[in-house]
Each structure stands twice: as structure tokens, then as C-alpha cells.
């Protein structure tokens, strides 16, 4: 693969450009001219960097950072989603599909033989990942 090397250049100077003239600079000088001076980062500024309230610009460090490392390379997955149940004996907030045991008529749970047959359905295609996650259910 050829990389444009002053296309990279470029973009990085750009990003760079962007990165110090947004209002959101000052509060974490420090840290930004680490991450532009190539300097590793320490615990303390990667908590900082957590309560950054604009994410947009924690994004536009992050995306330097990664052009600077990767220059315009970028890798995925192909993955596939299981979820063998949605029986659980939690109730995050964030799930919005789950059942309590005390549901469970309103509930799926497959079998290793159901999932090996969801497997199945993708024999022969280009999948780099298969994510299994679901409920939280004692062992029955």
C-alpha cells in the first residue's frame, strides 16, 4: 500500500492547526503539547482527558493521534452479534431488551446447537469476529 507521505504531512497540519485554535485548548495545554510533541501520556492526563466534557475535541485529539501512528490507515472487523439470552438476573439501564427470570416467558435462550446454527449461516463469508454477550443467569 503507498502512503502519500505529504498528504499525510498535510492532514496532520491541519489537524494540528484545528487542535490549538479551538476555545477547548487552554484548560489542557499540557496535555495537547505532549500529544503534538509526540510525548507519552500519564495516568493522571488520561483521567484528565476522561472529563473532557467536548467530546468532539477529545475525537479531534484522538484522530491525530491515530493519523500520526496509522497515517491514513484504518482496520475494522467484520463481526456478527449472538446474544444466547436475554434472561438476566441484572436490570441495567442501558439494556433494553433484557428479561428477569421472573419474565421468562417473554424470553429467548438458544441452545449450543441454536448458536452453532447461527454460526453456520455465515460459512464461507468474510468474518473476523464473532461477539457472543447476553444475560446474566445462574447456572440452571
Known amino acids: 500500500m ?5 498528504a499525510v504531512v498535510s492532514e496532520l497540519n491541519t489537524k494540528k492547526d484545528l487542535i490549538l485554535c479551538n476555545q477547548n485548548f487552554k484548560p489542557y495545554k499540557h496535555i ?8 507519552r501520556l500519564s495516568d493522571e492526563d488520561g483521567i484528565e482527558l476522561y ?7 477529545l475525537g479531534l485529539l484522538a484522530d491525530y493521534v ?8 484504518v482496520y475494522y472487523n467484520r463481526n456478527i452479534h449472538i446474544e444466547p439470552t436475554n434472561l438476566c438476573v ?8 433484557s428479561r428477569l427470570i421472573k419474565q421468562r416467558e417473554e424470553a429467548w435462550q438458544y441452545s449450543i446447537d ?3 446454527n447461527i454460526l453456520k449461516k ?3 463469508q468474510d468474518i473476523t469476529e464473532v ?8 447456572q440452571q
Open 122 to 124: 455465515y460459512d464461507g
Open 32 to 39: 495537547v503539547e505532549k500529544i503534538l510533541n509526540e510525548e
Open 90 to 97: 441484572y436490570s441495567c439501564a442501558f439494556c433494553s431488551y
Open 66 to 73: 491515530n493519523t500520526l501512528k496509522n497515517n491514513n490507515v
Open 2 to 6: 503507498d502512503i502519500n507521505t505529504d
Open 51 to 57: 472529563h473532557i466534557q467536548d467530546l468532539s475535541y
Open 131 to 138: 461477539h457472543i454477550t447476553g444475560g446474566v443467569i445462574p
Open 114 to 116: 441454536d448458536i452453532l
